[in-house]
């Protein structure tokens, strides 16, 4: 909205077309002008999120644990859905009422982006992408598409504002199979997903698994328990390995996607997981000649 004023000036002071060089100038004032041309730019602040970033990170510390505690996925897909339907009536009242909304801000506004405050609160995708793939997926890679929601999706986004300017942002289509990118994400975002995702494979595969024998519907053969009961069975260390590259490409590519409107909190655990069961499936087939 104009405010009648330009560069903090009535209209009426008009800004002299030709100011006097700094040579014209009385020192003093010179000597400002000099200053003033030598001051470098002001550096953008960057908004690092921390207590969103904090709640994001710690869901997958929390389903670790419930993971290796021998944890219900059923008993949290009950808990998760009763919470939605306390979450949701609340955002749709927020987006309604500008009474409740300052109150809803004031309490949990700063968990959220500012895109966030005129749509969709991203905790909403968050709970659905852990619901579907819970109740879709088998419990391991359930688990691990969760893992990679809330540690890559989480390290892209640091160092993606950390040293995203120092790098290109990522190109409109994925060379090859052509999948369309966000290109306002920059490569440091894409590498920090993809190296987060790798070492959580391998993390969860070759030692989680072996180490507390929770359940889990495949297994790598490269420790002395690692294959438990009838659970299949793949790979060896060689094979580990090819899983984290495998999957440090599906978590770069899964949190670079550009789906529209579609919030990666829900997009991310979807595709992740698909993605692994589908690699894992590749592998029955192989193996089973």
Not at 28 to 34: A, G
Not at 229 to 247: I, K, R, T
Request: hydrophobic letters at 45%; proline letters at 6%; charged letters at 15%.
């Amino acid at each position: 909205m104009s405010t009648g004023l330009s560069n903090g000036h009535s209209p009426d002071s008009q800004p002299d077309k030709h100011p006097p060089a700094a040579s014209e100038l009385p020192p003093c004032n010179r000597k400002l002008k000099q200053t003033e041309a030598k001051k470098p730019g002001v550096s953008k602040i960057v908004d690092w999120e921390i207590p969103r970033k904090t709640l994001h990170s710690s869901i997958g510390f929390l389903t670790l644990y419930l993971y290796v505690s021998n944890g219900s996925a059923r008993n949290v897909v009950v808990v998760l859905t009763a919470g939605l339907a306390i979450i949701v009536p609340c955002d749709i009242l927020r987006l309604r009422s500008a009474q409740f909304e300052r109150v809803y801000e004031r309490a949990v506004g700063f968990l959220m982006r500012e895109s966030e405050k005129k749509s969709t609160n991203g905790v909403i995708w968050y709970i659905l992408g852990v619901i579907f793939a819970l109740s879709v997926y088998p419990l391991d890679i359930a688990v691990v598409s969760i893992l990679i929601l809330s540690w890559a999706d989480t390290a892209a986004s640091t160092f993606g504002r950390l040293w995203g300017s120092r790098t290109p942002s990522l190109p409109r289509r994925l060379p090859i199979l052509g999948l369309p990118l966000a290109t306002r994400k920059s490569l440091a975002g894409f590498i920090a997903a993809a190296l987060t995702g790798a070492f959580t494979a391998i993390g969860f595969w070759g030692w989680v698994v072996p180490t507390f024998g929770t359940e889990s519907r495949y297994h790598w053969i490269g420790r002395a328990t690692a294959n438990h009961g009838s659970s299949e069975s793949v790979g060896g260390w060689f094979g580990l390995a090819v899983l984290g590259v495998v999957s440090g490409l599906i978590s770069g590519v899964a949190e670079a996607l550009d789906l529209d409107s579609l919030d990666d909190n829900l997009t991310l655990p979807i595709i992740s997981g698909g993605c692994l069961w589908g690699f894992f499936k590749l592998l029955d087939l192989f193996t089973s000649w």
